[in-house]
C-alpha cells in the first residue's frame, strides 16, 4: 500500500473482506481498481527457490467490470518477490494456456526462481517478471 501511495494513488482496506485485500484509485482518471494478495512463504532449492499460491477459480472467472488486479509475494529469506498480473491476463493463461493446476475449485500456481542464472519460471503457471 505504501508503494502505491509513493506513487500517488490513494489506497484503502475495504472495511467488509469478500475477496479484496486493496482498493486503489487513480484519481487522474477516476478508476477504482480492486487488489487481491495472495503470499507464499518459498523453499530452498539447489537452483534458487520454488513457492506456491492458491487461488479461488471462482474469482479469476467472475465478470465484474471493475478491474482486479493480482499481487503474488513470494518471500524467500529475508526477501520479498512480487509478482503483479491482471485477472484477464492471468485468466488468459489459465485458459488458453493450460497454466496452472485446478483442484477442488482452487487453481494452483508454482513458480520458481533461479538464484544463478537470475531468471524466473513457472510449472504449470505464468512467467512472473520478479
Not at 56 to 65: F, I, N, Y
Not at 107 to 125: H, L, M
Request: hydrophobic share 40%; proline share 2%; net charge positive.
Amino acid at each position: 500500500m505504501s508503494e502505491l501511495l509513493l506513487r500517488g494513488y490513494n489506497v484503502a482496506v475495504p472495511a467488509v473482506d469478500i475477496g479484496d485485500d486493496i482498493y486503489v484509485v487513480e484519481d487522474a482518471e477516476s478508476n477504482l481498481i480492486r487488489v487481491q494478495v495472495k503470499s507464499a512463504n518459498c523453499q530452498a532449492r539447489k537452483y534458487g527457490f520454488v513457492g506456491q499460491i492458491r487461488l479461488c477459480a471462482r474469482q479469476l472467472k467472475e465478470g465484474k467490470r471493475t478491474k482486479l488486479v493480482y499481487v503474488f509475494a513470494l518471500r524467500f529469506e529475508a526477501r520479498w518477490y512480487f509478482v503483479l498480473i491482471s485477472r484477464e491476463h492471468l485468466l488468459e493463461e489459465v485458459e488458453l494456456h493450460k497454466t496452472g493446476t485446478k483442484y477442488n475449485g482452487d487453481i494452483t500456481f508454482t513458480f520458481r526462481y533461479d538464484e544463478t542464472s537470475g531468471k524466473s519460471s513457472a510449472q504449470n503457471a505464468i512467467s512472473p517478471a520478479m
